[in-house]
């Protein structure tokens, strides 16, 4: 089992930053590719970013490439979402998952979620 725990989320005005991280336990970390998903009321999850066990490749959606940076330090077993420029549009609970993946943008694909930190930009 791995236990992963978001955090950073909050308040932010659009054009603003937040930096999310999460912090994975109960197995190796290595062993895992992590991924950061949203989920907005009313839709479904949606993929945001992949990054490979190593760190050394990283896969965004069209919809934050740009903007978001995904990164890892495996030394603390924790994976981050840099975001910057932000929008309304982004105003979701964000989720970190892990799974045995590479570039994999499917929901069922991951084996582990953690329970999601809220991100709210207002206007």
């Known amino acids: 089992q791995v236990q992963l725990v978001e955090s950073g989320g909050g308040l932010v005005q659009a054009g603003g930053s937040l930096r999310l991280s999460c912090v994975a336990s109960?197995?190796?970390?290595?062993?895992?590719?992590m991924g950061w998903f949203r989920q907005a009321p009313g839709e479904e999850r949606e993929f945001l970013a992949v990054?490979?066990?190593?760190?050394?490749?990283?896969y965004y959606a069209d919809s934050v490439k740009g903007r978001f940076t995904i990164s890892r330090d495996n030394a603390k077993n924790t994976v981050y979402l840099q975001m910057n420029r932000l929008k309304p549009e982004d105003t979701a609970v964000y989720y970190c998952?892990?799974?045995?993946?590479?570039?994999?943008?499917?929901?069922?694909?991951?084996?582990?979620w953690g329970q999601g930190t809220q991100v709210t930009v207002s206007s």
């Open positions: 109960g197995r190796t970390f290595t062993d895992y590719g």
């Open positions: 990054i490979s066990r190593s760190g050394t490749d990283t």
């Open positions: 998952a892990g799974g045995r993946v590479a570039r994999t943008t499917v929901v069922h694909a991951y084996d582990y």
